[in-house]
T-cell receptor, first 111, second 108 residues
Framework: SQTIHQWPATLVQPVGSPLSLECTVE??????LYWYRQAAGRGLQLLFY??????ISSEVPQNLSASRPQDRQFILSSKKLLLSDSGFYLC??????????FGPGTRLTVT | GQNIDQPTEMTATEGAIVQINCTYQ??????LFWYQQHAGEAPTFLSY????GLEEKGRFSSFLSRSKGYSYLLLKELQMKDSASYLC?????????FGKGTRLSVIA
């Protein structure tokens, strides 16, 4: 069966510190991968998506970046966090144009 | 561009039926999705419509009218555990775009 993992579950980081969130998928190959952010009381904002290794599309210009070093691994990074980066970060995968399945999420608080 | 509208909040009584509406404008259309999201948790997939009509899945049904840019999610025999946010999402010529969600409160 297909599963998606994210870690860590929660994270508290000071302003200006770096960030690395990891997402891995099992039980499928060549999935489309997505990073979303959900700020408190707001909708899901698509940050990045990838249709293959090394292929990253950015939806919103910001101080975040993403990488896909392996087929089933998707990493979200930042060199210097801002207060506005706080939120609930969700990784998702999909096979082609079908429904997306979400990981458990990482709740990031920037202090 | 793409725009998705759904009510911000709804309240319904346990055992009742509730309909959550979603209207959308999109460039191209490749499907409409409904997700359920409990507070503090990730969204979970509920339903997918790509053709006009009603899709039924247990207590949940979803309807689509492509010509009207309209969908609804129907929840029957409401239970307290149905209290959650319900997200409408549309896939056009771009990756899936989500609405802001409808927060449903089920009361006794």
């Amino acid at each position: 069966s297909q599963t998606i993992h994210q870690w860590p579950a929660t994270l508290v980081q000071p302003v200006g510190s770096p960030l690395s969130l990891e997402c891995t998928v099992e039980g499928t190959s060549n999935p489309n991968l997505y990073w979303y952010r959900q700020a408190a009381g707001r909708g899901l904002q698509l940050l990045f998506y990838s249709v293959g290794i090394g292929q990253i599309s950015s939806e919103v210009p910001q101080n975040l970046s993403a990488s896909r070093p392996q087929d089933r691994q998707f990493i979200l990074s930042s060199k210097k966090l801002l207060l506005s980066d706080s939120g609930f970060y969700l990784c998702a995968f999909a096979q082609g144009s079908y429904e997306q399945y979400f990981g458990p999420g990482t709740r990031l608080t920037v202090t | 561009g793409q725009n998705i509208d759904q009510p911000t909040e709804m309240t319904a009584t346990e055992g009742a039926i509730v309909q959550i509406n979603c209207t959308y404008q999109t460039s191209g259309f490749n499907g409409l999705f409904w997700y359920q999201q409990h507070a503090g948790e990730a969204p979970t997939f509920l339903s997918y419509n790509v053709l006009d009509g009603l899709e039924e899945k247990g207590r949940f049904s979803s309807f689509l009218s492509r010509s009207k840019g309209y969908s609804y999610l129907l929840l029957k025999e409401l239970q307290m555990k149905d209290s959650a946010s319900y997200l409408c999402a549309v896939k056009g010529n771009t990756p899936l775009v989500f609405g802001k969600g409808t927060r449903l409160s089920v009361i006794a």
